[in-house]
């Protein structure tokens, strides 16, 4: 699989000269199935440049077809929607698949962003393509683009954002953004069952433990939260996310060593360390 990331910021875009090389865009990414298939995970602001990339392909024609997975429906994970071309095109399918008791609810949180006091769309009826919405059901396995695709809830400040674990051809990612574990403790047995032995674990790495300490009740992750989580599930790979809007390039750069130190110091040498970065790709 071939994953892309469009947007990697945290809780407001941030673009400027000061983040042009990890990008201000927040939270999307794209994964394509060694089959061609195409799944979309979070729909922030990243979303509009995926959706303009994918118009010359099947979705510009009506014929586009992709699962969508939404961890929680804060601003910055649901503002790229609006402007997501494809969806605006009809023929296109979406099924978007996300945290709530029943999909008819999450399908109300999803129409509240298009009331025309926000949105001159005023409602998701108003969009060409369509989409289907669907509950996840915690820890029930669901099939999606052709991979074996389950999630977990985890805490995040006063609700919770769903971890994804993707699985294809023996394969496995997993999204686990918007994460903040209680002080001093760790992700649930269930959720480290979750990452455990991930080729590819991306995480929230919104602040140094310093900012954190200071910022508690938003519920984020430090690099030490993200690295010790990653040498307590062995993942292969830990990849940074869902940086800090006030953090500069340098101030990333300064993240992603320390990141490096912690997962040293924790015995997670043999784990490769990338900080995402808006356009890198990563093939597993
Ligand atoms: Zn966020």
Redesign the pocket.
């Given at each position: 699989m071939r994953i892309r990331f469009w947007g990697v910021r945290?809780?407001i875009p941030a673009p400027g000269p000061d983040t042009n090389r990890y990008g201000g865009n927040?939270?999307c990414v794209s994964l394509r199935t060694a089959a061609g298939e195409l799944i979309i995970i979070d729909m922030g602001t990243g979303l509009m440049h995926l959706g303009n990339s994918l118009l010359p392909t099947e979705f510009g024609k009506g014929k586009g077809n992709a699962t969508i997975l939404l961890s929680h429906a804060?601003w910055?994970?649901i503002q790229g929607l609006g402007f997501f071309a494809p969806v605006f095109i009809p023929g296109n399918h979406f099924t978007l698949w996300g945290h709530a008791k029943s999909s008819s609810m999450l399908e109300g949180i999803l129409e509240g962003q298009m009331n025309p006091n926000f949105s001159p769309l005023y409602t998701l009826k108003n969009l060409g393509a369509a989409v289907e919405v669907r509950a996840v059901v915690p820890g029930e396995a669901f099939e999606g683009a052709g991979t074996r695709i389950t999630g977990r809830p985890n805490p995040h400040g006063s609700t919770t954002a769903l971890a994804f674990r993707i699985e294809e051809a023996g394969r496995s990612f997993v999204y686990a953004?918007?994460v903040g574990y209680p002080e001093g403790g760790g992700p649930s047995p269930e959720v480290l069952a979750l990452y455990r032995g991930a080729d590819v674990l991306l995480h929230d790495c919104t602040y140094t433990p310093d900012d954190q300490a200071t910022r508690r009740n938003r519920g984020f992750s430090s690099y030490e939260d993200a690295a010790a989580v990653a040498v307590a599930a062995q993942v292969k790979h830990l990849v940074m996310f869902?940086y800090d809007q006030d953090y500069t390039d340098d101030d990333v750069d300064r993240l992603r060593l320390a990141c490096r130190a912690a997962l040293d110091r924790r015995g997670g040498s043999s784990i490769a360390l990338t900080a995402a970065a808006e356009g890198d790709e990563l093939t597993i």
């Open positions: 945290g809780s927040t939270s804060h910055d994970h953004s918007d869902h």
